[in-house]
């Protein structure tokens, strides 16, 4: 599929845009993707009612996600809708294809889904395990404002003089470095641009091979629950799905 190249601003009112054609079209069994979003626009621009129109941006929520290192979605999604519905012919040397990926994380229905409806339902289960991977058992995470916010607070304050005498210390300095350093920007963003690439395959990767890389840890069970995790203490603990058995993992490893 060929790619265009858009800038980060364009992204994010494509992303909101996508947003709101979600929220008004789609349903349980459809979603709205990246191309349908771009073939949306496309449309618009044949037969346009409101030149005004534009796509509102929620900039406090992409900042809030990129500075917690939030699920990153779309990426992730784009990665996904390179992979095949199913190989017909599978060799070892592919990359796991979507259903195979569903069978890992154990969704249901996989077998009847198109291929957009896996590629959302993968997402769907892995961002759950992201965002709250002991959801299954029913734990908390605790907050970190409230664990840590006072030490942080007090860091901040003994810190704060410091900070302002190194800055009026080191302007001229600062100011020489950035005229140095202005011929480089071209490449040092074409490297970020590599690192984000292969830092979203490897996190991709990192999801999926769970189960395979403690794979000593873990295995089936008698009883009501299908699988038994090893812990660290030696003690065993009970999973009932795949998907317990990787939060288990994930919690312990």
Do not use: C
């Not at 069978?103 to 892995?126: F, P, Q």
């Not at 304050?157 to 005229?179: L, Q, R």
């Not at 009883?223 to 799905?241: F, H, I, K, N």
């Amino acid at each position: 599929m060929p790619s265009i190249d858009i800038t980060d601003d364009q992204r994010d009112r494509i992303a909101a845009l996508r947003e709101e054609l979600t929220d008004a079209h789609a349903d349980r069994y459809t979603s709205v993707t990246l191309p349908d979003t771009v073939a949306y626009l496309l449309d618009l621009a044949d037969a346009v009612d409101d030149p005004d129109r534009r796509a509102a941006v929620d900039t406090n929520r992409s900042e809030a996600d990129d500075d917690d290192g939030g699920f990153p979605r779309e990426r992730l999604e784009a990665r996904l809708r390179e992979r095949n519905r199913r190989h017909s012919d599978a060799n070892p040397d592919d990359p796991m294809d979507l259903y195979s990926i569903a069978a890992e994380y154990d969704v249901s229905g996989r077998s009847s889904m198109t291929k957009g409806e896996l590629v959302t339902a993968i997402l769907d289960v892995a961002e759950r395990r992201y965002t709250a991977p002991f959801a299954p058992v029913d734990v908390e995470l605790p907050d970190a404002d409230h664990d840590g916010g006072s030490g942080a607070d007090t860091d901040s304050a003994e810190g704060g003089s410091e900070a302002d005498h190194d800055d009026d210390d080191g302007s001229s300095e600062a100011d020489h470095d950035n005229a140095e350093d202005g011929g480089d920007e071209s490449d040092t963003a074409a490297e970020s641009d590599a690192g984000d690439q292969a830092g979203d395959d490897g996190q991709l990767n990192a999801m999926l091979s769970l189960l395979e890389t403690h794979s000593d840890k873990w295995d089936s069970a008698d009883g009501d629950a299908r699988y038994e995790v090893e812990l660290p203490d030696g003690s065993v603990e009970t999973a009932r799905t795949k998907d317990d058995v990787r939060a288990a993992l994930f919690k312990h490893y």
